[in-house]
């Protein structure tokens, strides 16, 4: 959001094309579209290689050699997202900021994520350019259209935003830092309600600067990032726009990044975000937005737009942004600082693991018994009642319910469900009525029997589970298959990723927090790991990354980025291959963001043609009392849409029942 100082590095993919004569262009570009049908690769070649200043003075020059308006012409020969993106270069920034906020509220329903995009990533300059072209190209005032069109909260941050009055004096105070952090605390964390003014009054005015190093002191006083508090204290348009609104203060391009990658991702794209990030960056920071986005998702911006797009929309995406990224390249120095940071941030966190089951009130485990009995006797079954109990009650409740049933009526439970219910929601139920170490156990050996070994369920569990699961998983696996786990996994593996797997399954994990020093040494370690054969450099990764604390491992990989300048992820992506690079990539995502690294599990089974079940159900099932609600949030931060929209969607497709996609949205534990 802060303007760029002078002496500052051009971050633009476009830039003024040399020897410009603009009479020339707008000859050229009046023959490509003169006659029956148009020149599209001169039109495509011409505009996305001119810079906005440029592109005017062609305008100029097409009015003074022929009498007609360029941007009418353009209309009239191109169509759909081909011309939206033309027209919108074709524009100054200001006026396309101002087009795209007028369709954002014009007609019926208003486009809350284009208002929120454009006003909470502006500065002061490009905010004043904006209201000035918008009452110049339409006569109205733009603060009463958006004020006519929004209302609550979120109106007032927006009519705060529009006024283009953020502090911009990098000098800061530090006894206003501490109070600011205070208040905001007081505002919501520690306050019954939560003072909404107070975050508009701060987060609307305050410097970004001055804002950054309130962002940390928020996170000392209250042992969690401010965008938590907002999740948890705010909603709706106006939670959303404080959150963008923190996400320009921290870093404008990573912030684009993400946007980009939520208008392309899933099914469909989000045509009218990605033309107005595109366009609307050229000229500012897409050189920064592509390193981000290859930070955050491990993919190029290019390499996402080819695989997304069509024809000629498709090549003048890909000629705006202006290159494809090596995958492993080294970092910009902006995107360096954003990645140690991210490290930091991710070693200082406090999460509050939050489980979406609990345990029932009033519980009654012969009640309980006596239901579920009932509702198996006799012809057909009362599977709402099964569901109703069973996702409602806590493990240790289940528990309890099982013993309830053999001694009341000297009958086994889980057999019984076997034989009353099927399919996915048979495998549910039961999951759900096993320990915690027990549906591990399972899971593993699952994993491993029958023609084939799936990897990624082995990896998930054994990468995301601590050392008391893993002993506990090691018992029950015993007990219920008379070999031990390592065993079973040495049988089934080979190679290097065995050699992990084994590792991890020893549940002797280090504990405690990080050593500095030694964190140093052991980034040291796997910076000269990146040098060696691939034998070498499997080893040296594995004797840190499979033996460190979760919290040393932070502190590891931030060293990681200041002694190489690269992403450990990345040259983990770019050095490594098949199921022993997954592994590492598990560990290393878990370590960053255990609940991120869960969503995209969840997202990845759901996606595409036909659903992967099992995937569903054992995250689901073991992350339940867990983490789901993080999960949940984490979801719906990353793809835009609810884990519970999601399951409604896709449980109903392929070989799933109903009762399954309703125990499975119990369990979820509601809409986000």
């Not at 508009?200 to 209250?222: C, K, P």
């Not at 695989?307 to 390249?329: F, I, N, P, Q, V």
């Amino acid at each position: 959001m802060a303007a760029k100082g002078k002496g500052a590095r051009y971050r633009g993919s476009v830039v003024a094309f040399p020897d410009f004569d603009p009479n020339a262009d707008a000859e050229a570009l009046y023959k490509a579209m003169k006659g029956i049908g148009s020149d599209k690769e001169t039109i495509l070649d011409l505009i996305t290689s001119r810079n906005n200043a440029q592109r005017q003075e062609i305008c100029t020059a097409y009015k003074s050699l022929h009498g007609k308006d360029l941007i009418g012409d353009l209309k009239y020969e191109l169509t759909g997202k081909f011309e939206r993106l033309i027209i919108g270069l074709m524009r100054p920034p200001a006026y396309h900021d101002a087009k795209e906020i007028k369709d954002a509220i014009e007609g019926i329903g208003t486009d809350e994520k284009c208002l929120i995009e454009i006003l909470a990533s502006r500065n002061n300059k490009q905010t004043h350019d904006l209201v000035n072209a918008y009452k110049d190209a339409y006569g109205r005032n733009l603060e009463d259209d958006v004020t006519g069109d929004t209302s609550g909260h979120f109106k007032k941050m927006l009519v705060v935003l529009l006024q283009g009055t953020r502090e911009d004096d990098d000098v800061v105070s530090e006894d206003l830092v501490a109070q600011d952090a205070q208040e905001l605390y007081e505002a919501g964390e520690a306050k019954w309600g939560t003072d909404e003014a107070k975050f508009i009054t701060i987060l609307g005015n305050r410097s970004v600067t001055h804002l950054q190093l309130v962002f940390d002191e928020y996170q000392r006083i209250a042992e969690k990032e401010i965008e938590d508090s907002i999740r948890g204290e705010l909603s709706g348009d106006f939670e959303r726009l404080m959150l963008a609104v923190v996400d320009c203060i921290r870093s404008v391009p990573m912030y684009f990044s993400k946007r980009l990658y939520k208008s392309m991702k899933g099914l469909g794209t989000a045509d009218n975000s990605l033309i107005r990030i595109m366009v609307s960056r050229s000229e500012i920071d897409m050189l920064d937005i592509r390193e981000m986005f290859r930070l955050r998702y491990e993919k190029s911006l290019y390499s996402m737009i080819k695989d997304d797009t069509s024809g000629e929309y498709k090549r003048a995406l890909l000629k705006l942004c202006g290159g494809d990224d090596d995958l492993a390249g080294e970092f910009f120095p902006e995107a360096a600082q954003l990645a140690y940071r991210m490290w930091e941030v991710s070693s200082m966190r406090k999460i509050e693991l939050r489980g979406t089951i609990h345990p029932a009130a009033n519980f009654n485990p012969q009640k309980d018994a006596e239901a579920l009995r009932k509702a198996m006797k006799g012809f057909g079954t009362d599977e709402d009642t099964i569901i109703n109990i069973i996702s409602q009650r806590s493990n240790a409740q289940r528990q309890e319910i099982l013993q309830a049933f053999k001694s009341t009526f000297g009958r086994n439970l889980m057999a019984d469900f076997k034989s009353e219910i099927s399919g996915e929601f048979c495998k549910l139920i039961l999951g759900l009525m096993m320990t915690p170490a027990q549906f591990d156990a399972k899971q593993m050996k699952k994993a491993m029997e029958g023609a084939g070994t799936n990897e990624k369920a082995l990896i998930e569990i054994l990468a995301t589970r601590n050392n008391q699961e893993i002993l506990a998983m090691n018992e029950a696996y015993k007990e219920a298959y008379h070999k031990s786990l390592e065993d079973a996994i040495t049988s089934d593996t080979s190679g290097h990723f065995c050699r992990v797997l084994v590792s991890l399954v020893q549940g002797n994990r280090e504990e405690g927090q990080a050593d500095l020093e030694r964190a140093e040494e052991d980034a040291k370690e796997l910076s000269d790991g990146c040098n060696d054969d691939s034998s070498s450099m499997e080893t040296r990764f594995m004797s840190i990354l499979c033996t460190r604390s979760y919290p040393h491992l932070r502190k590891v990989f931030q060293e990681f980025v200041k002694c190489t300048n690269k992403d450990i992820e990345q040259v983990i992506r770019k050095a490594m291959s098949g199921d022993l690079k997954d592994a590492f990539i598990a560990i290393v995502q878990s370590v960053k963001n255990m609940p991120t690294y869960f969503a995209d599990r969840l997202y990845k089974s759901m996606k595409g043609l036909g659903t992967d079940e099992r995937t569903l159900t054992r995250i689901m099932v073991s992350r339940s009392e867990m983490d789901l609600l993080n999960i949940r949030r984490e979801y719906k931060e990353l793809h835009d849409v609810s884990l519970h929209e999601s399951i409604k969607v896709e449980a109903l497709c392929g070989d799933t029942s109903g009762d399954y996609r309703k125990a499975l949205l119990l369990i979820c534990g509601g809409e986000d």
